[in-house]
């Protein structure tokens, strides 16, 4: 799953770096009063005002043939595995992954840059002089799919819209927007509160942009299979509900000689099958029903490509390198069940998993212990605070642990025996501690009550990984279970925080906002149906961190808040960290070309591959 990005402060009182960096609203590096083609985090742009393409794309590429895949990010709620609805910006229902490509937004984000955006739908912006407005300025050209004209009465409904009955990934960046208006035809502004950050707008101008005239008339809901009109590269095609979708590359399209979509969008057709389970997807790709997969099965990159098109060299087996964003997998204990809350309880549980033996006997020893909440990046502590992560962890000194202040927590290695005798006896001890005691093989608490914990999954792969972990717990006296549900059902209780233990992969940001720890880690998510908060996390400490994201003005001022961050989320065990890959593990059949090296922010062949005509037929896929 890909992860989002958003912001917010309280002031906190403090040591005077602590001060400097917290108590006062930094000043964007951005020009003010003046149209710009383009906007930043931290005011450094690669490309100018008159630059005609990003680097990483190919211009010469042909518009030609069908991508066929299965995708391994998705966005708000959509769904790989089925789909009952086609509007993608919902917090019900399982959309198809991909739907945002039949829309366009005001800006786009660079693939080789940590965090800029281009205009596409605005050639310019305009910040005003308190940096609280933003003023775009549409391309006239801009039209939906039927033919009639964008405007800026079409964005500011879009924000309307979105803000009162959006996902929360796209409502909670809005909450400090207090008007969307259209100045004229070709103008949108949009204005906050002046509570928001001053690097808000990078996430929000990044947002689809909806017709007003089509959804004046449709419900805003999930219970519709009709199309919603877009404006993008691509619009719905062939629809079979929970099977098929295919997007078909708009001729037409208006934007096509943009900039910032020159030399990308190559496919003339973008085709997406549901498969109720991993190995059936698997099974399709071998017939080659489908042309690329990201293998996400240890077992089955280790032992299952020896089939005869990989033999005969019609398929590629390869690893691209991952991509310089935070990411987090890692296990949700659901706080709102009160026997979760004790960080004994989650701690004892986390020591159950013998990631050693897990890595060995089941990934083929593919994967990496993850320890952070912002794996693979610089964002993630290490040792003891530095100067500058102690100057924002001390004014929160009486909410925090002391542990937050020594060496950042790290869950202990085991034995790789599947069942290591001193870290078992390590979670009864802290069972104990928090009041669980063992009865007749059970823990249980002084109201008699046994503690049960059931793993909600949704694919057979995770019955695998789970079951010796289950058997841990059970020896400690945990009633442990695995339940498996369909991905509709596993979607629909996620969202309603329906769950004892959950799994969750993320894709963070390059540069992470407040918005998007707001989502995950912010009080303030923690009762919204369908956010990312799913431990229920509430501290006062940790908002206060996720708040401290507003005010950076520097790089290194935010990797010094993330860390901080990152130290308090560990010794929380909010989310237990579990393991990840350190590269791309894809498999495809030989008929696709494709510029390297990737770009280190993003990874989409379904954007930026083509399809090779004389590779194609040489392995009879022409």
Same mark, same amino acid.
Request: glycine fraction near 6%.
């Given at each position: 799953?890909r992860?989002?990005s958003?912001r917010?402060?309280l002031?906190?009182?403090?040591s005077?770096a602590?001060t400097t960096?917290?108590?006062?609203?930094?000043?964007?590096?951005?020009r003010?009063?003046?149209?710009?083609?383009g906007?930043s985090a931290f005011?450094?742009?690669?490309?100018g005002?008159?630059?005609?393409?990003?680097?990483y794309?190919n211009?010469?590429?042909?518009?030609a043939?069908?991508?066929?895949?299965?995708p391994?990010?998705?966005?708000?709620?959509?769904?790989?595995?089925?789909f009952?609805?086609? @509007?993608s910006f $919902?917090?019900?229902?399982?959309?198809p992954?991909?739907?945002?490509m039949?829309f366009?937004?005001?800006m786009?984000?660079a693939?080789?840059?940590p965090?800029?955006?281009y205009g596409?739908l605005?050639?310019?912006?305009?910040?005003?002089?308190?940096?609280?407005s933003?003023?775009?300025?549409?391309r006239r050209?801009a039209?939906f799919h039927?033919?009639?004209?964008?405007t800026?009465?079409?964005?500011?409904?879009t924000?309307?819209?979105?803000k009162?009955q959006g996902h929360?990934?796209?409502?909670?960046p809005l909450?400090?927007?207090?008007?969307a208006?259209? $100045?004229?035809?070709?103008?949108?502004?949009?204005?906050?509160?002046?509570?928001?950050s001053?690097?808000?707008?990078l996430?929000?101008?990044?947002?689809?942009i909806?017709?007003?005239?089509?959804f004046?008339? $449709?419900?805003?809901?999930?219970a519709?299979?009709?199309?919603?009109?877009?404006?993008?590269?691509?619009?719905v095609?062939?629809?079979?509900?929970?099977?098929t979708?295919e997007?078909?590359?708009?001729?037409d399209?208006w934007?096509r000689d943009?900039? $910032?979509?020159?030399?990308?969008n190559?496919?003339?057709?973008?085709?997406?099958?549901?498969y109720?389970?991993?190995?059936?997807?698997?099974?399709?790709f071998?017939?080659?029903?489908?042309?690329f997969?990201?293998?996400?099965?240890?077992?089955?990159?280790?032992?299952g490509y020896?089939?005869p098109?990989?033999?005969?060299?019609?398929?590629?087996?390869?690893?691209?390198?991952?991509?310089k964003?935070?990411?987090?997998?890692?296990?949700?204990?659901?706080?709102?069940?009160?026997?979760?809350?004790?960080?004994?309880v989650?701690?004892a549980?986390?020591l159950c998993?013998?990631f050693? =033996?897990? @890595?060995?006997s089941?990934?083929?020893g593919?994967?990496?212990?993850?320890?952070?909440c912002?794996?693979?990046s610089?964002?993630e502590?290490?040792?003891?605070?530095?100067?500058?992560?102690?100057?924002?962890l001390?004014?929160?000194?009486?909410k925090?642990?002391?542990?937050v202040f020594g060496e950042?927590f790290?869950?202990?290695?085991?034995?790789?025996?599947?069942?290591?005798?001193?870290?078992l006896?390590?979670a009864?001890?802290?069972?104990t501690?928090?009041? =669980?005691?063992?009865?007749?093989?059970k823990?249980?608490?002084?109201?008699?009550?046994?503690?049960g914990?059931?793993i909600?999954v949704?694919?057979?792969?995770?019955?695998?990984?789970?079951s010796?972990w289950?058997?841990?717990?059970?020896a400690i006296?945990?009633d442990?279970?695995?339940?498996q549900?369909?991905?509709?059902?596993h979607?629909?209780?996620?969202?309603?925080f329906?769950?004892?233990l959950i799994?969750?992969?993320?894709l963070f940001?390059p540069?992470?906002?407040r918005?998007g720890?707001?989502?995950?880690?912010?009080?303030?998510?923690?009762?919204l149906?369908?956010?990312?908060?799913l431990?229920?996390?509430?501290?006062?400490a940790?908002?206060a961190l996720?708040?401290a994201?507003?005010?950076v003005?520097?790089?290194q001022?935010?990797t010094?808040?993330?860390?901080a961050?990152?130290?308090?989320?560990?010794?929380?065990?909010? =989310?237990i960290?579990s393991w990840y890959?350190?590269?791309?593990?894809?498999?495809?059949?030989?008929?696709?070309?494709?510029?390297e090296?990737?770009?280190?922010?993003?990874?989409?062949p379904?954007?930026?591959? =083509?399809?090779d005509?004389?590779?194609?037929?040489?392995?009879?896929?022409?």
């Amino acid at each position: 799953m890909r992860c989002f990005s958003r912001r917010d402060f309280l002031a906190l009182a403090g040591s005077a770096a602590a001060t400097t960096l917290l108590s006062t609203k930094a000043l964007a590096a951005v020009r003010t009063g003046e149209p710009l083609h383009g906007l930043s985090a931290f005011g450094d742009l690669k490309y100018g005002p008159e630059f005609e393409n990003f680097d990483y794309v190919n211009l010469e590429a042909p518009k030609a043939g069908t991508f066929n895949f299965g995708p391994s990010q998705w966005v708000f709620n959509q769904n790989p595995y089925t789909f009952n609805t086609l @509007n993608s910006f $919902v917090a019900k229902g399982d959309s198809p992954p991909r739907m945002e490509m039949c829309f366009d937004s005001l800006m786009v984000s660079a693939l080789d840059e940590p965090d800029a955006i281009y205009g596409l739908l605005a050639k310019t912006v305009t910040v005003a002089a308190d940096r609280n407005s933003f003023e775009f300025a549409l391309r006239r050209e801009a039209r939906f799919h039927d033919g009639s004209p964008l405007t800026a009465h079409d964005a500011a409904y879009t924000y309307k819209l979105l803000k009162e009955q959006g996902h929360p990934d796209l409502s909670l960046p809005l909450r400090e927007l207090t008007e969307a208006a259209a $100045v004229d035809d070709a103008t949108l502004r949009l204005t906050f509160s002046g509570k928001q950050s001053d690097r808000t707008i990078l996430e929000v101008a990044t947002f689809p942009i909806l017709s007003k005239a089509y959804f004046e008339k $449709v419900p805003f809901d999930s219970a519709r299979m009709e199309p919603p009109l877009g404006s993008g590269p691509y619009k719905v095609g062939l629809v079979r509900a929970g099977q098929t979708i295919e997007l078909d590359r708009v001729a037409d399209y208006w934007g096509r000689d943009v900039p $910032v979509n020159r030399g990308i969008n190559h496919f003339d057709r973008i085709r997406i099958e549901f498969y109720g389970d991993r190995q059936a997807a698997f099974e399709a790709f071998k017939k080659g029903e489908v042309h690329f997969r990201e293998e996400a099965t240890s077992r089955i990159w280790a032992t299952g490509y020896d089939f005869p098109a990989l033999k005969a060299g019609k398929v590629v087996k390869r690893e691209f390198p991952s991509e310089k964003r935070p990411s987090m997998q890692a296990i949700a204990l659901n706080q709102r069940r009160e026997r979760f809350s004790d960080v004994r309880v989650k701690q004892a549980i986390a020591l159950c998993f013998d990631f050693e =033996w897990t @890595n060995r006997s089941l990934f083929y020893g593919l994967y990496e212990r993850s320890q952070s909440c912002f794996e693979k990046s610089e964002f993630e502590a290490a040792g003891m605070p530095a100067p500058d992560e102690l100057a924002l962890l001390e004014p929160l000194r009486d909410k925090l642990p002391a542990a937050v202040f020594g060496e950042a927590f790290r869950l202990p290695s085991s034995d790789g025996s599947g069942r290591d005798r001193k870290l078992l006896s390590m979670a009864r001890k802290l069972f104990t501690e928090a009041g =669980w005691k063992p009865s007749s093989g059970k823990l249980q608490n002084e109201r008699g009550e046994t503690f049960g914990l059931e793993i909600l999954v949704d694919d057979e792969g995770f019955i695998r990984i789970y079951s010796p972990w289950v058997e841990n717990m059970k020896a400690i006296g945990i009633d442990a279970s695995l339940r498996q549900v369909d991905s509709a059902q596993h979607q629909a209780r996620q969202a309603d925080f329906d769950f004892d233990l959950i799994s969750m992969a993320l894709l963070f940001s390059p540069t992470p906002t407040r918005e998007g720890m707001d989502g995950i880690f912010h009080s303030k998510s923690a009762k919204l149906p369908g956010s990312r908060n799913l431990p229920g996390t509430v501290d006062p400490a940790v908002d206060a961190l996720v708040e401290a994201i507003d005010k950076v003005t520097s790089r290194q001022e935010l990797t010094s808040v993330l860390r901080a961050l990152d130290r308090v989320l560990r010794v929380r065990m909010d =989310w237990i960290p579990s393991w990840y890959s350190p590269s791309h593990r894809n498999a495809f059949w030989d008929m696709f070309g494709f510029r390297e090296p990737k770009p280190d922010y993003g990874f989409a062949p379904e954007s930026l591959w =083509w399809f090779d005509e004389q590779k194609a037929k040489a392995i009879g896929k022409a």
